[in-house]
């Protein structure tokens, strides 16, 4: 790896999820489901999803989710959320340049143990900006852009990792749907 022992390569990729039935034939919000999040559905129908994989292993330092909002959110609210993924919120769900430099911090302060890193990631207009790079350096953290068009072919997250999430999150919520859909039947 050159300069660059396994433990310290890092692949970043992000993807964004439709969550509440967009992917399915049937919205699970139209079943008259409780959905315990505050104000309009919509505000958390669609997500980002980023994830970082070291190149050693294959471990995660903690999955990402960007949401639509400002983030003022209640302490109920922030108790649902999983204890190992960091929550961001952003003007349209999709990551944007304040958030990657929030996303680069929070990442850095879980990795850093005193060795440079290399940061892996695909040319998204996101990601490449002066402010971010030089954030990076001043954290000994290289950054490597995978050229635009080349990503289907050579990015493990692109391919592997976030096709088979989004196939087994199609897959789950369309299970799911089908059995809500026989018990209200059945309750009916």
Known sequence: MGAFLPPDVANMDESSLSLFGDQTKLS??????????ERHISDKRFCTVILTLFAED??????VVLFKGKGQVSDNEKMQYA???KVFF???AFNNRSTIDKYVSWWYSKVNDGQPKLFITDSSSTHLNEETFRLMRK?????????KGCTMYIQSLDVHVFSTFKHH?????????EKKTVVDRKSN
């Open 169 to 177: 999150h199609y897959e789950c919520a369309e299970e799911w749907i």
């Open 90 to 92: 952003t003007p349209k």
């Open 58 to 63: 294959n471990t995660c330092v903690g999955s």
């Open 83 to 85: 204890s190992n993924v």
């Open 28 to 37: 699970i919000n139209d079943m008259n489901t409780v959905n315990e999040i």
């Open 139 to 147: 954290q000994r953290t290289v950054v490597a852009v995978i050229p």
